[in-house]
């Protein structure tokens, strides 16, 4: 089994900050996301690999390659298993991160839309794309979605494991994207098929969070935490708490491990994350203690201490194990008594999200989730809107079967031909946060205030110049006109130097 291994055995005073974000709680976000492909109504067969084929065709006319970056900072890409890829470009902010993939969304539903009409032209009239952003085709396949999150170096891997891991299970209370499976309806898409916490694997094992040390930034000040336990999500809500609520966890975490202090978190730690997250995800009652912590009564005296309830069992004694709903109140309280102490900090690294809003959400959630009112979180909770679709239809069709509901279940992720999700929306039952105008400046244009800023501007005079160029998320290439490349290896740096402009100025 894969081991735990950190890169970098340096502690805060062993490291001579360099970049002028290091020392505040300024972050980067990105979101990769994994799209599935199929076609229905075709006249003869057609591979959903022929269709991302397709899909990418105008951009390998464009690049000649099937792996490039855009104009607005993000990468496109055609992923192992033909899975369309975006990976948004780097963000400040988690509104901005959302904005970028929403923006990812009408690429790929463009693209598809495109390749539908070349299909049609060989494959039938009624031949049709459909393009799930979920995590399970009907055939099993998993596939990801999976954040990163700029951190500090001296958070070490072992404080990630204890500590983030109840955290990141747990919070698909509200973010999970629900799924029909063979056993009825769970929480989340990906419980089924994640092995371990922490690890460098990703095929024999796949872990939760992944310790693939690619920073993209000074390898000496930071990691690039890679989450992978995180759903698709169609909503515009969780996407942004998930990625909200998760800074402000690594936060706390960050500020304890550089002064070196308990967290309060490290209480919370799982003695089986896989076990739990598969246990939480089939609980839709949410109020069942199914998580087990390796030291209960640190947990129970941590809950005293924060004024918290403990769970009750049905012989009316305390459980050994715990509720997800417990693990978040926790966090919830420890996050919120800190931002009390730290709040003009907190507030500036988020520098497009109110903070108040983000923790009035989040505990309305649980509060929710806690007394019942599933009802009540239908219109921003992915697995939520979807449970109680299906029981609606389930009461108009009493015979709805398994297959028709798992259609239902896929209609929903199909964001270029599903009726579903876009019906939800028009109807006033999902609420959204970014207008169409919002999306559509997304598409053209990176955050101002980030690297992306300088790789958008570069593919923008490139492609205009019609220049041969490449680039990744750390460096800018141009082989004609002439050779000459840039390293920008700060994330949170916008401002062009020198040796950028002579780069963008010489094609």
Partial sequence: MPQLRDSSNQGPGNITPRSP???????IFGIETEYGVSV???????DPGQVAMMMFRPILSRTRSTNTYLANGSRLYLDVGSHPEYATAEARDPSVALKQDLAGESIMRRLALDAQLRLRKTHGEHATIHLFKDNVDSAGHAFGCHENYLVRRYVSLPIIKAQLLPFLVTRQLFTGAGRVTENGFEITQRAAFLDEG??????????????RDEPHADPDEFRR???IIGDSNRSQWATKMKLATTHLVLCVMEDAAKRGVASGFECCALVDPSQSNKAMSADLSCSEPVMYIEDIDAFRSMQQELGLHPSISADGNHSDAVTALEIQYLYLTIVSRFIESHHAQIEQSLPDTDLADILHEWKAALDALASKDFLSLSNRVDWVAKYQLLAKMKERNPELSPIQARQIDMNYHDIVNGSIYPSLVGHGLIETLVSDVAIDHALGNPPEDTRAALRGGFVHQ???????FTCDW???????????????????SCVPDREYRLLVEGM
Wanted: proline share 7%; with cysteine; hydrophobic share 30%.
């Fill in 40 to 46: 229905t109504g075709a006249d003869k067969p057609c």
């Fill in 21 to 27: 974000d290091y020392d505040s709680f300024h972050r």
């Fill in 225 to 227: 935490l890679h989450v």
């Fill in 474 to 492: 750390t460096h800018l290439k141009t082989s004609s006109p002439a050779r000459h490349e840039v390293e920008l290896i700060d994330p949170f």
């Fill in 462 to 468: 490139a492609l205009k110049a019609g220049a041969k």
């Fill in 198 to 211: 922490v690890s460098s694997s990703t095929t024999r094992f796949r872990p939760m969070v992944n310790t």
